[in-house]
């Protein structure tokens, strides 16, 4: 899957698009029941339609509002006029709302040695946060649904502050505020880098960290690392989750690296 450039598209070329981040302009039907939604990425500002012989593919966001973040993966081709032509509702992967929010997300991931592992929980808003209603999830071996679940509710995290969850034999020698046995039916942190971890805020993702449902084998690829066997901290800038993997916003570190664990930057 390639991100692709808006502005360097060939016109009636089929092919998987992917892109991230565009700000909704405007959205409305024209008179033969196409639907366009005007976006921009910062550099063009294009249309996103949906034939109307498409009908409403499933995720389909017709309650989209000026200012709205969205990512969209789909099978399509770029016509004249700016306009991505989405002419099949087989062809529609993804339609992602992002979070326009800060809100809770895995801010550094370790898959340590052995039983080395943990994963961080950041609060990036100038609030404290109410856990209630958001959980953490692991997807062991490309699984399309949770294999175990972590209930934040009854956690209340302050602004800026982790919540850094290990296993019982992890290594480091912090202050942690999970510690979870293997057997537990909710330890979500015995990951062997080949599987996906989500966070739900009241049943809908807002954070992913590898692609859920699909098996990549050992690890997903990060920058020089690997998902497996490195520690990955989510880059300074990022203020929210996100809800299409993507590794380009994790630093990498290697094996054992627990010093990032407790604080976090944004």
């Known amino acids: 899957?390639?991100?692709?450039?808006?502005?360097?598209?060939?016109?009636?070329?089929?092919?998987?698009?992917e892109f991230k981040g565009l700000e909704v302009v405007s959205i409305a039907y024209d008179n033969y029941g196409n639907?366009?939604?005007?976006?921009?990425?910062?550099?063009?500002t294009f249309f996103i339609r949906w034939d109307s012989r498409t009908g409403d593919p499933e995720g389909l966001p017709?309650?989209?509002?000026?200012?709205?973040?969205?990512?969209?993966?789909?099978?399509?081709?770029?016509?004249?006029?700016?306009?991505?032509?989405?002419?099949?509702?087989?062809?529609?992967?993804?339609?992602?709302?992002?979070n326009s929010t800060p809100d809770l997300?895995?801010?550094?991931?370790?898959?340590?040695?052995?039983?080395?592992?943990?994963?961080?929980?950041?609060?990036?808003?100038?609030?404290?946060?109410d856990l209630t209603g958001y959980m953490v999830h692991i997807y062991s071996n490309g699984s399309p649904t949770a294999s175990k679940s972590f209930d934040l509710t009854g956690i209340t995290l302050g602004a800026?502050?982790?919540?850094?969850?290990?296993?019982?034999?992890?290594?480091?020698?912090?202050?942690?505020?999970?510690?979870?046995?293997?057997?537990?039916?909710?330890a979500v942190v015995f990951f062997n880098g080949d599987d996906a971890l989500a966070i739900t805020k009241n049943g809908e993702i807002i954070d992913v960290f590898g692609i859920i449902g699909e098996d990549p084998g050992s690890n997903w690829s990060v920058g020089d690392g690997f998902t497996n066997e490195y520690t990955l901290v989510r880059k300074p800038g990022v203020t929210s989750g996100s809800t299409v993997w993507d590794p380009t916003e994790w630093i990498v570190y290697p094996q054992n690296t627990f010093d990032n664990l407790g604080s976090h930057t944004v």
């Open 62 to 98: 017709t309650e989209l509002e000026a200012g709205d973040i969205i990512d969209v993966v789909a099978g399509a081709y770029w016509s004249n006029e700016l306009r991505l032509r989405i002419a099949s509702a087989d062809a529609v992967e993804k339609v992602v709302i992002s």
């Open 160 to 186: 800026g502050e982790t919540f850094v969850i290990v296993t019982d034999t992890f290594a480091g020698t912090g202050t942690y505020d999970e510690v979870q046995n293997y057997g537990d039916g909710d």
């Open 1 to 17: 899957m390639t991100v692709v450039d808006v502005t360097a598209l060939a016109s009636y070329q089929a092919q998987l698009v």
């Open 35 to 44: 639907l366009d939604i005007e976006v921009t990425n910062g550099a063009a």
């Open 105 to 129: 997300f895995i801010s550094e991931y370790v898959e340590g040695s052995s039983n080395n592992k943990a994963i961080e929980l950041y609060n990036p808003t100038d609030a404290a946060l």
